[in-house]
């Protein structure tokens, strides 16, 4: 009975069934380049689904994100692999000066496989 109930889950496409969905209509969307460093790290996010190169690892994810405080530009996220925020820290832009984008406007910290790891980058909204 639980098998036919998954293989069901898989054939809909339901989530939490091992099949990405994707964002949901109305869903807020946002793109990205956002890199680090100790170690190594690089985040690709394209209407809310991302890819991070992290060592020799390489992860593909569909990120859910929260709303975001009212008077500020700080969202919250989850994956089925990792968990973070993405904020705007104001006008002096990230200040984490570990990456080699020009002139970063936002910090990520994330954690993936029980590490935090944290970086700067742009981020863009749709």
């Known amino acids: 009975m639980i098998l036919k109930l998954a293989i069901m889950l898989v054939l809909a496409g339901l989530p939490g069934a091992g099949v990405d969905p994707g964002p949901l209509p109305g869903e807020l969307l946002i793109s990205g380049h956002f890199e680090g460093n100790e170690p190594f790290w690089k985040m690709e996010i394209t209407n809310n689904r991302i890819v991070l190169q992290c060592a020799n690892?390489?992860?593909?994810?569909t990120l859910l994100l929260s709303r975001k405080q009212q008077h500020s530009e700080t969202y919250a996220f989850r994956g089925?692999?990792?968990?973070g925020i993405v904020r705007y820290p104001g006008s002096g832009g990230c200040m984490l000066d570990i990456t080699e984008e020009e002139k970063p406007s936002h910090?990520?910290?994330?954690?993936?496989?029980?590490?935090?790891?944290?970086?700067?980058?742009?981020?863009k909204k749709k």
Request: net charge neutral; with cysteine.
């Open 107 to 123: 910090e990520i910290y994330f954690s993936y496989r029980g590490i935090t790891y944290m970086g700067c980058g742009k981020l």
């Open 80 to 83: 089925r692999h990792l968990f």
């Open 57 to 61: 690892d390489t992860l593909q994810d």
